[in-house]
């Protein structure tokens, strides 16, 4: 059960890091501080004042910039190396004292889950853009924000629920990913019919 519960912790932090990192850190570190919930002592790292000031006014700018059309484009491009990275620390974090593989298994699997969390998240933002309202991009920005911090809200009191929470998001991911190609390959690269006596 703690294998469980740790990998659902992992992976439930990781996604939502790549949805938005600093409301990830910042939840974590005020969990840690107030004692919302018993996390384990490796979480410790994110409980200090420094981590926790700098998660809130980044996730302050983050809030503004992202209900801007375009300005949340090159924001999510800017993050394209820093939310996999994020994810890939914080799952490294979440293991506490583990082996030099283990870890860098961590890392591995928790910046993937985050690089494709943020890599749907700036593609369906970037699909939004098109619009000439910018109504969806507020939406769009609330339901991300509620998203990285429900998760991780699950991450930190139901770690087992966040993991099943988290494959269904990531079969979703997939599921779409597959989609996506697939009508862009027989868009643009499907076969013209030869035509007869050319």
Do not use: C
């Not at 990998?7 to 570190?29: D, E, K, M, P, Q």
């Not at 924000?145 to 929470?165: K, Q, S």
């Amino acid at each position: 059960m703690d294998l469980i519960a740790t990998l659902g912790r992992t992976l439930g932090f990781s996604f939502a890091a790549g949805v938005n990192l600093y409301a990830t850190v910042a939840l974590i570190g005020l969990a840690q501080r107030f004692g919302w919930v018993q996390l384990p002592p490796q979480f410790a790292v994110f409980d200090h004042d420094l981590v926790i000031s700098a998660a809130l006014v980044m996730y302050v700018i983050e809030f503004f910039a992202d209900k801007v059309p375009y300005v949340d484009t090159v924001w999510d491009i800017v993050h394209t190396a820093i939310r996999p990275l994020g994810g890939a620390l914080i799952a490294v974090s979440s293991l506490g004292d583990a082996s030099a593989p283990v870890a860098g298994l961590a890392a591995l699997l928790g910046g993937t889950v985050a690089a494709g969390s943020h890599l749907t998240k700036t593609g369906t933002r970037a699909a939004a853009n098109t619009s000439p309202e910018p109504f969806s991009n507020w939406i769009l920005s609330i339901v991300e924000d509620l998203l990285a911090v429900g998760l991780g809200y699950l991450a930190l009191r139901h770690p087992v629920m966040a993991l099943g929470v988290t494959i269904v998001l990531l079969i979703a991911i997939a599921f779409f990913a597959a989609v996506t190609v697939r009508l862009v390959r027989n868009r643009f690269f499907r076969r013209r019919p030869m035509i007869a006596g050319a």
